[in-house]
């Protein structure tokens, strides 16, 4: 059978939303019973099919690649401040003699930011290349979402995320390396969200290539409904109040995530005849030092690292909301659905793939906090409305991102790609 190999820059416990869809992909392989392997550039997982550095001095200088692809940008100090990532990958090439030694079948590129993959290595690889876009920073001069810029149409510069206004900057170096590095390299795009794959086409750089949809897949035996009264004895939940879940990978401090526009919700939820009955549960951040100004109780869990604790915390909520104002096809939303919560959001980016408005969950007009407020309270005040969005919610997942699901289709993307005769220009 074909021997795939998967490349991202983290392993699922290193890293945020495309690491872990990575790695569940690369599980779903093996369950069926592929002979896949990852190679990532910061290992901390215990798991023998995920490899990095062959040796423990290459493994130091691999961990520093982060902070030394980020040097150029010392000279943007107009900059937008992390966490907003823009990735340069100039450095020499550490990875083709290690897919050599691994001589796979076809390579799985994943999100290769932070130094792992410089963009001239792709014509070295001598492989299929399948590559699965998180977020747009395959297509761009650096920046994994553009805003409201459309730079990556023509060929970047006057990059905003800089912070500078002439064409000739980093963003459009960049950009130039990628077109000349790839202009003869047959590439199969996979993108898991049909907005993902309609800015892929509309890009300079991808507009030639094969894109495809593959939504991400979930083990569905792990996020699965369960006695609501029970998970919150587990993880110490109210029982007397309607919980509403928000949560990601820093959750409050990630402005992609729309924490402000959450609290200007919440504010005007605090009107509604219900709202004491009503209380906030955050993951993925620890409670401000600042107290937020809104009159909603607010609770704070920290991060959540495990599945199952995540897993407890979706199936104890009412109803997940994800208001962030750009989105890929987020984990987070596929998790709770799965879990037959009911999710809220704005109608942006791959939401309207896995919300179904008023189905499984309510979308809202983008970043309108009066519409994201009553989408929150439509689904919470009547509970024969819940039942029906819940069961919705679960059954969404079950036809249409089941891990298994996922796998074959990746499995049949790779056996076509192999089989076709490689030529490197």
Known sequence: ???????????????????????????????????????????????RTVMSAPNKVAQ???????????????????????????????LPDIITSRIAAL????????????????????????????????????FTGGCCYS??????????????????????????????????????????VVTPSKWLADCAKSSSLFKNSDIRVIPYGLDTDTYKPCDRQTARNILNLPQDRQ???????SSTSNKRKGFPLLM??????????????????????SQPKEKQDIDFKTRYLGTLSDEISLALIYAAADVFVAPSVHENLPNTVIEALACGTPCVAFQ????????????????????????LAQ????????????????????????????????ARRYLSVFEEVSTTTFKQS
Request: glycine letters at 6%; one cysteine or more.
């Open 243 to 249: 919980l509403i879940l928000f949560g990601a990978v």
């Open 60 to 90: 130091r200088m691999w961990k520093a690649r982060p902070v030394l692809d980020a040097l150029p940008l010392q000279f943007y100090r107009n900059r937008q401040s992390p966490p907003v990532h823009f990735a340069v990958q100039w």
């Open 375 to 406: 989408g929150i309270a439509w689904v919470l005040e009547s509970p024969q409305r819940w039942q029906v969005l819940s069961s919705r919610a679960r059954e969404k997942v079950e036809q249409e991102f089941t891990l298994e699901k996922q």
């Open 264 to 285: 200007q919700a919440l504010k005007q939820l605090s009107n509604y005849e219900n709202s004491q009955n009503w209380e906030l549960i955050v993951f993925g951040a």
């Open 103 to 138: 001589n796979p079948d076809v390579v799985n590129l994943h999100w290769i930011g932070e130094g792992f993959v410089a963009a001239e290595a792709l014509s070295k690889f001598n492989k299929p290349i399948v590559w699965t876009l998180h977020d747009m920073l395959a």
């Open 1 to 47: 059978m074909i021997q795939p190999l998967l490349i991202n820059t983290y392993d699922p416990k290193g890293g945020a939303g495309a690491a872990r869809a990575a790695y569940r992909l690369h599980q779903g392989l093996i369950q069926l019973g592929v002979d896949s392997k990852m190679l990532v550039q910061d290992r901390r997982i215990d798991d």
């Open 147 to 188: 805003q409201e810029c459309d730079g990556y149409t023509k060929s970047c510069g006057n990059c905003p995320i800089l912070g500078h206004n002439k064409s000739w900057d980093l963003s459009r170096w960049v950009w130039q390396r990628k077109a000349k590095a790839w202009q003869n390299l047959k590439l199969t």
């Open 348 to 371: 942006i980016g791959g939401m309207p793939d896995l919300i179904e408005h008023k189905q499984n969950g309510y979308l809202a007009h983008p970043f309108a906090t009066e519409d």
